[in-house]
């Protein structure tokens, strides 16, 4: 599997891409159940085979207008520092191979959303802009801890 | 302003010159060390130094600077060779000398005794077997006579006290007396010569024909009694002359063996003085302000704010003068006159007929554009100076940090003739002067460690200056070790600049180093690792709307960039308009224009765009919203953009309309309102309303600040 290869999905209109190698599986929209004393864009938990994972937003997490969900939304499983997390988005539209050559750092990109998240940009034909998220720098360690927190609140 | 503050002034002015010449010149002897025009230079700068502390009553430093001059005088003859230690017992007393300087200028005692005494003693040892001059006895306080020290002292010399008192009527004989102490300094070297006056009448009482003086003095020599006594054969009988051998007057032992001890002890051994002279004239030398603390008159934070509260004025005043190049005052009057040839032209023209000379009028108008830009920039450049200076004293610091260290260096300096505001090369020295010694400090290795590592054993450290796109750029870069990064990051982590994670570029590493109380050095030493310094510089070169970058490659060197803008009253801008609001943007940043594409916009998280240009996405800024002013959303249909790089950020904003670049000189907000941030100043446009300049650098930060 190439390291340049990127699952691709909308979020707000915009296009976002997570490495084709930090997703586990992706899976349609369930229900969630909410618990309580977490930050907004922790959404709750859901069960997976057997195993409990911590859910979040990621319109939230970026300060995107949130939406009610509906069937058509994904919930993405991704490796994020370590943790197995499920990550709720749009839709999934593509499977991209981003070459370097189409990649740009984020040197120029305005703070709409922390550098930190990013990898950097990717460009595919003349309009298309796939903004890459750095999904081990997605979380603070202190929303980590959080994170971690709900879990073991539930184990 | 009164004539003593002004003549004081130039002295300041003056004496800072001629020290910085001196320091050029040593440093140029030092690596060609050969007796030449730089020695014949030296002399000439001590000498006016000499006289230049003279004239304005610092005594005690005019005639310390004349011991110096006597050793130059000694090398100027070849009696002294020139060496390195030479070289550098100089430049010490370079720095010592403009120590005084400021001292005196500050009201102060110019040196302890201690510290002239010290440089005494370091001047001696290059003048052995001979002292420096006849002040040796009478120590700093009262060198009345100082004869250039006698040729070929002889080997086996000794040492005759010889006092001389003259009949009244000595002038019937035909004796002069002058020619007869003459006659004295042939044989040998006088290291003292005093004359007794007590018995010289008042003005009215005075007969010319009188003999009134006496003379004592200390002749050293290696000819014998008799030969002493020859010259007085034709006085000696009718006048009281007394020859007597006498040890050693100077017992070279005691204050030579041990450079610690003081003159004033010196004396008191070899019975010059008595204590009681010795403690008076001691607390005479002290610090003022030392003393009234001591005595509880006032506390030492009431000093120490008076101190500092002087060192604030001395700085002004070196702001008030500076010196100009004729040929640049030269250039300057050529232009006035140009301008007045070309007005009264056009003026006539204008009489003539508009109509009828439009062609001509037009073109005069042309020349009269072109002549204001070069006087302008001519204006300009008569606050430039070159940085030659500035990087000599680098190349000292470098030299001298690296003798500390036992480091072997070797400094290349180019591009010194490149010009940079008197202001901006003032406030960047200082904090530069961190960087050098960083460089030795930390970056240069020491002799064994570069030959293990199959480098030359001598470390090269270049400063450089050159022009690039509007901006001066200056670079320290050396062949050391370069920066330890893994250390570097490791110590951002423990101060919690960094998460475990972050990418570290280089531009990283300088935020780290640049972040106050930041130091990798394990050891502090005097030199650096103190973890001032490079946030200062950055802190300044910001001020002044530059950047400082910096490059590393682990054993291969660091080199360090720093890049000024040049400031020009004149500054070609473009002419933007926005919700019919003016805006000046400056050209030279200006990297395109394009009109509006939807299809090129990308919203960019929560609230902001970016748009594809030149194939890349740089960002839209919104430059009502950056500014925070009323006009609310604007459509982005239908609008022009222009983009920008500033160095640091390549960035777009939006305007309703592009209108023609021209030039313009900025007027600063600040002198009747305040400053804004992301403008730089305003500027009256051709129709008589007032425009605003955007700072791009400043837009960018605002802009920037919470990425």
């Known amino acids: 599997m190439s390291e340049n290869q990127y699952v691709v999905f909308a979020l707000n209109e915009q296009t976002y891409g997570i490495e084709i190698n930090k997703i586990k599986e992706v899976l349609s929209y369930r229900n969630i159940t909410p618990i309580p004393h977490v930050q907004e864009f922790v959404k709750g938990i859901i069960n997976l085979r057997g195993v409990i994972l911590p859910v979040f937003d990621l319109r939230e997490k970026f300060r995107l207008p949130s939406v009610e969900y509906t069937m058509f939304h994904v919930i993405i499983v991704v490796e994020l520092s370590d943790r197995i997390m499920g990550v709720i988005v749009d839709e999934i539209t593509d499977v991209l191979e981003i070459q370097p050559d189409d990649f740009q750092t984020t040197e120029y990109m305005p703070p709409g959303l922390q550098k930190e998240f990013l990898k950097g940009v990717g460009k595919k034909g003349d309009d298309m802009m796939i903004i890459l998220l750095d999904m081990d720098r997605l979380l603070s360690p202190e929303e980590l801890e959080l994170m971690d927190a709900v879990e073991d609140t539930t184990a | 302003m009164n004539v003593q503050d002004e003549t004081t002034k130039i002295f300041h002015a003056e004496t800072e010159d001629l020290l910085k010449s001196a320091e050029a010149c040593l440093l140029r002897l030092e690596d060609e060390p050969v007796s030449g025009p730089e020695v014949e230079e030296l002399f000439r700068v001590f000498h006016t130094l000499k006289s230049g502390f003279a004239v304005v009553g610092f005594d005690v430093a005019s005639k310390y600077i004349h011991m110096i001059e006597n050793l130059l005088e000694r090398v100027r003859s070849n009696e002294v060779p020139v060496t390195g230690p030479l070289v550098s017992l100089l430049l010490e007393n370079v720095d010592f000398i403009s120590e005084m300087l400021n001292r005196g200028l500050s009201g102060e005692p110019v040196a302890a005794s201690e510290d002239l005494e010290a440089g005494r003693v370091g001047l001696n040892r290059f003048l052995s077997p001979g002292p420096v001059s006849g002040e040796e006895k009478s120590g700093l306080e009262d060198a009345a006579t100082d004869e250039a020290p006698s040729q070929d002292a002889p080997d086996e010399s000794v040492f005759y006290s010889i006092?001389?008192?003259?009949?009244?009527?000595?002038?019937?004989s035909g004796q002069d007396p002058i020619l007869l102490l003459m006659n004295l300094t042939e044989f040998g070297e006088c290291l003292e010569v005093t004359a007794d006056l007590s018995e010289l009448p008042s003005y009215d009482e005075m007969d010319m024909f009188d003999m009134y003086i006496s003379w004592k003095l200390i002749l050293k020599t290696s000819v014998t009694a008799n030969v002493i006594e020859d010259v007085f054969m034709f006085v000696k009988d009718e006048n009281e002359i007394s020859i007597n051998e006498i040890a050693d007057p100077i017992v070279d032992t005691i204050g030579l063996d041990d450079p610690e001890t003081p003159i004033g002890q010196v004396l008191v051994e070899t019975g010059g003085i008595t204590d009681e002279d010795l403690n008076h004239a001691l607390s005479q030398q002290k610090m003022v302000g030392e003393i009234l603390v001591e005595q509880g008159k006032i506390g030492k934070d009431v000093l120490e704010r008076v101190v500092s509260k002087q060192k604030a004025t001395r700085d002004a005043y070196r702001k008030t003068t500076i010196r100009v190049d004729v040929e640049k005052i030269d250039y300057l009057v050529n232009l006035a006159e140009e301008i007045g040839i070309a007005l009264p032209r056009?003026?006539?023209?204008?009489?003539?007929?508009?109509?009828?000379?439009w062609s001509e009028i037009e073109q005069e108008l042309e020349n009269l554009i072109k002549i204001n830009q070069d006087f302008q920039e001519r204006?300009?450049?008569?606050?430039?100076?070159?940085?030659?200076?500035?990087?000599r004293r680098f190349q000292r610091i470098a030299r001298d940090t690296a003798n500390e260290q036992g480091k072997k260096i070797k400094v290349r300096l180019s591009g010194v003739g490149t010009e940079?505001?008197?202001?901006?090369?003032?406030?960047?020295?200082?904090?530069?002067?961190?960087?050098?010694?960083?460089?030795?400090?930390?970056?240069?290795?020491?002799?064994?460690?570069?030959?293990?590592?199959?480098?030359?054993?001598?470390?090269?450290?270049e400063f450089k200056a050159y022009r690039k796109a509007g901006k001066i750029l200056i670079e320290i870069r050396d062949d050391g070790r370069g920066l330890d990064v893994d250390a570097i990051y490791q110590k951002a982590l423990d101060k919690g600049i960094v998460r475990p994670g972050d990418v570290v570029d280089d531009n990283k590493i300088v935020d780290f180093l640049c972040h106050p109380g930041f130091s990798t050095a394990s050891e502090v030493t005097s030199l650096s690792g103190r973890g001032v310094g490079m946030d200062v510089v950055k802190t300044e070169v910001e001020r002044l709307g530059g950047s400082l970058l910096v490059e590393t490659l682990k054993g291969k060197g660091t080199a360090f960039t720093l890049a000024i803008p040049l400031t020009f009253a004149l500054t070609e801008v473009l002419h933007v308009q926005v919700n019919d609001i003016s805006y000046l943007v400056p050209l030279l940043e200006v990297i395109g224009t394009l009109g509006f594409e939807a299809i090129r916009l990308r919203s960019f998280g929560a609230d902001e765009k970016v748009y594809r240009f030149r194939g890349e996405y740089v960002p839209l800024v919104d430059l009502s919203r950056v500014f925070g002013m009323s006009g609310g959303e604007r459509g982005l249909e239908g609008s022009s953009l222009v983009f920008f790089d500033t160095g640091r950020k390549r960035y777009g904003i939006s305007v309703d309309e592009i209108l023609d670049p021209y030039q313009v000189v900025v007027k600063s907000l600040e002198s009747n309102y305040r400053?804004?941030?992301g403008i730089t100043g305003a500027t009256i446009m051709g129709d008589g309303s007032v425009a605003l300049v955007i700072d791009l650098l400043s837009l960018e930060e605002i802009f920037f600040k919470d990425s």
């Open chain 2, 420 to 461: 940079m505001d008197k202001e901006v090369i003032e406030a960047v020295t200082d904090p530069l002067k961190h960087m050098v010694r960083n460089c030795v400090g930390h970056g240069i290795e020491k002799p064994e460690e570069r030959k293990a590592a199959g480098k030359p054993e001598e470390g090269v450290i």
């Open chain 2, 163 to 172: 006092e001389i008192h003259f009949r009244g009527d000595l002038f019937i």
């Open chain 2, 346 to 357: 056009m003026q006539s023209l204008f009489s003539k007929g508009v109509d009828v000379y």
């Open chain 2, 675 to 677: 400053s804004v941030q």
């Open chain 2, 379 to 391: 204006i300009a450049s008569v606050r430039m100076f070159p940085l030659e200076g500035t990087f």
